[in-house]
Structure formats: structure tokens, C-alpha cells
């Protein structure tokens, strides 16, 4: 079994956790593979198709590969608990358990998904934080937990840095990026206001103490300058530009007196 799609019917009950253990071709199918190969007859020219959502979208497989595994259990009655086993499915590539009555937390399992990517679990009654293991979904290009009851922060880091806000729409009380509620004890967010404010009490107590160090240096060396002068007699230079100048005002007085 690597393809499962039961969607839009009336199923009830648990999700049931004895079948999903049985789907061995779900579990580690990229092991010891040396080419790609696709479901049916090929001695025939005839292969398997079907037609799938995936990542949100309807798509028509017209070959299938033998790797590709998705379990579909969309838009049924299904309640109780998301199963952990449901992590050995290590090879599925899409995971729909949306439009359901699934109750509980999102089982840290599902971060052991390598070759997930698209994840949807949207329209249910789940509770609790976003596990982190999520992060270690590399290849999660979609993720949907809109309209369920999460709380906390969402987790950042690897593929959780692109999903926008519409992944998490219509819950409890999540928090932090990429939604615009920022979470209570998130310590990177409150930091920046105390470097901000670290950062002007420095730059007004450095520009005070710059405008005092460079009057007190120029007040100093002017008093030194002046006491050197007086000391060692006047400089040639200033002596000069005055004696001159009382010269010329000398003579323009006897020119004016002929």
C-alpha cells in the first residue's frame, strides 16, 4: 500500500492505527532504490493513474512512481487522537487529514516524515502547542493547521520561516512570526526596546562627556600656551605684526601733519 485516498465520506471512529502499521511500502521506500521506476506494466507501455490533491491543489498522476506515497483521509468524521505510528509512514509525501473531528495535540512523530511535503491538518479540534520537531520537515513546501484550537509560539527556523499567515489562521492563541501577535515571554522581542535605549543613553552621555573633554583641553592648553608666552618673553612673530602696525599708524599721523 503507498497510495491511500478515502476522503469525502462518512467514516467515523478512530483513526485506525493497527492499519497504518501494516503499510510497509509507506516505510523507508527510498532505500536501496537505484532508478526511478513507475507503478504498472511497463513490458506493456501501461501504467497506473489517478488523480490526487496534493499541496492544496488536484493533480492527475498519469504515471505514478513506486516512491510516491500519500495517505488521504480528508473530509470525513474521524475523531479521537492524530495515532503516533502514523510517524513510521517515514516515505509519505502528502498527509490530508483535514475537515475532521480530530481532537488532542500534533504528534511529535510526524517530524520523523522526511520525505513530507504537504502536511494538512486544518479544520479539526486540535489543541496544544505546534511540536518543533516540525522543523526537521526540510521538504514541507505546504502546511495547513488553520481552524483548530492551537496555542503557543509557532516555531521558526528551516521551511516554518515560509509559510505565511494563512497556514495558521482561526486559532486559540499562536504567536510570534509570521502572524502579527507576538508572544508574551518571547525574549528576542523584548530585547531590541533595551538595546534601543542602552544605545541613546550612550550616544547622549559620550556626546556630553566629548563637548566637557574638549573645553577642558582647550581651556588648559590656552592657560599653558599664555603662561609660556609670558615666561619666555613675546614671540617674534606677534611682536612684529604689532610693531608694524604702530609704525604705520605713526607714519600716516606725520604724513597727515605736512
Given at each position: 500500500?503507498?497510495?491511500?485516498?478515502?476522503?469525502?465520506?462518512?467514516?467515523?471512529?478512530?483513526?485506525?492505527?493497527?492499519?497504518?502499521?501494516?503499510?510497509?511500502?509507506?516505510?523507508?521506500?527510498?532505500?536501496?532504490?537505484?532508478?526511478?521506476?513507475y507503478?504498472?506494466?511497463?513490458?506493456?507501455?501501461?501504467?497506473?493513474?489517478?488523480?490526487?490533491?496534493?499541496?492544496?491543489m488536484?493533480?492527475?498522476?498519469?504515471?505514478?512512481?513506486?516512491?510516491?506515497?500519500?495517505v488521504?483521509?480528508?473530509?470525513?468524521?474521524?475523531?479521537?487522537?492524530?495515532?503516533?505510528?502514523?510517524?513510521?509512514?517515514?516515505?509519505l509525501?502528502?498527509?490530508?487529514?483535514?475537515h475532521n473531528?480530530?481532537?488532542?495535540?500534533?504528534?511529535?512523530?510526524?517530524?520523523?516524515?522526511?520525505?513530507?511535503?504537504?502536511?494538512?491538518?486544518?479544520?479539526?479540534?486540535?489543541?496544544?502547542?505546534?511540536p518543533?520537531e516540525?522543523?526537521?520537515?526540510?521538504?514541507?513546501?505546504?502546511?495547513?493547521?488553520?481552524?483548530n484550537?492551537?496555542?503557543?509560539?509557532i516555531?521558526h527556523g528551516?521551511?516554518?520561516n515560509?509559510?505565511?499567515?494563512?497556514?495558521?489562521?482561526a486559532?486559540?492563541?499562536?504567536?510570534?512570526?509570521?502572524?502579527?501577535?507576538?508572544?508574551?515571554?518571547?525574549?528576542?522581542?523584548?530585547?531590541?526596546?533595551?538595546?534601543?535605549?542602552?544605545?541613546?543613553?550612550?550616544?547622549?552621555g559620550?556626546?556630553?562627556q566629548?563637548?566637557?573633554?574638549?573645553?577642558?583641553?582647550?581651556?588648559?592648553?590656552?592657560?599653558?600656551?599664555?603662561?609660556?608666552?609670558?615666561?619666555?618673553?613675546?614671540?617674534?612673530?606677534?611682536?612684529?605684526?604689532?610693531?608694524?602696525?604702530?609704525?604705520?599708524?605713526?607714519?600716516?599721523?606725520?604724513?597727515?601733519?605736512?
Amino acid at each position: 500500500m503507498r497510495i491511500l485516498d478515502l476522503s469525502y465520506n462518512e467514516f467515523t471512529g478512530l483513526l485506525p492505527a493497527k492499519y497504518l502499521k501494516s503499510f510497509r511500502g509507506m516505510m523507508n521506500a527510498n532505500e536501496n532504490r537505484t532508478r526511478l521506476k513507475y507503478m504498472g506494466e511497463p513490458e506493456k507501455s501501461c501504467h497506473d493513474s489517478i488523480t490526487v490533491v496534493m499541496k492544496g491543489m488536484e493533480f492527475e498522476l498519469v504515471k505514478i512512481l513506486t516512491v510516491f506515497a500519500t495517505v488521504d483521509l480528508s473530509s470525513n468524521k474521524f475523531e479521537g487522537d492524530i495515532p503516533d505510528v502514523i510517524g513510521d509512514l517515514n516515505s509519505l509525501v502528502v498527509l490530508n487529514l483535514s475537515h475532521n473531528s480530530l481532537a488532542g495535540h500534533i504528534p511529535s512523530s510526524l517530524g520523523a516524515i522526511s520525505e513530507l511535503e504537504s502536511l494538512d491538518l486544518s479544520s479539526n479540534q486540535l489543541t496544544g502547542e505546534i511540536p518543533e520537531e516540525l522543523t526537521n520537515l526540510t521538504f514541507l513546501e505546504v502546511l495547513n493547521l488553520s481552524q483548530n484550537h492551537l496555542v503557543g509560539r509557532i516555531p521558526h527556523g528551516s521551511q516554518f520561516n515560509t509559510f505565511r499567515n494563512d497556514s495558521y489562521t482561526a486559532n486559540s492563541a499562536l504567536c510570534g512570526f509570521p502572524l502579527s501577535l507576538s508572544c508574551g515571554d518571547n525574549e528576542t522581542q523584548k530585547q531590541p526596546p533595551l538595546q534601543q535605549e542602552d544605545d541613546s543613553d550612550f550616544w547622549s552621555g559620550f556626546t556630553w562627556q566629548v563637548v566637557l573633554m574638549g573645553y577642558g583641553c582647550g581651556m588648559v592648553l590656552g592657560l599653558l600656551m599664555g603662561y609660556l608666552m609670558f615666561l619666555i618673553g613675546k614671540p617674534k612673530l606677534f611682536t612684529g605684526l604689532v610693531g608694524g602696525e604702530t609704525r604705520r599708524k605713526a607714519n600716516r599721523r606725520e604724513i597727515r601733519a605736512h
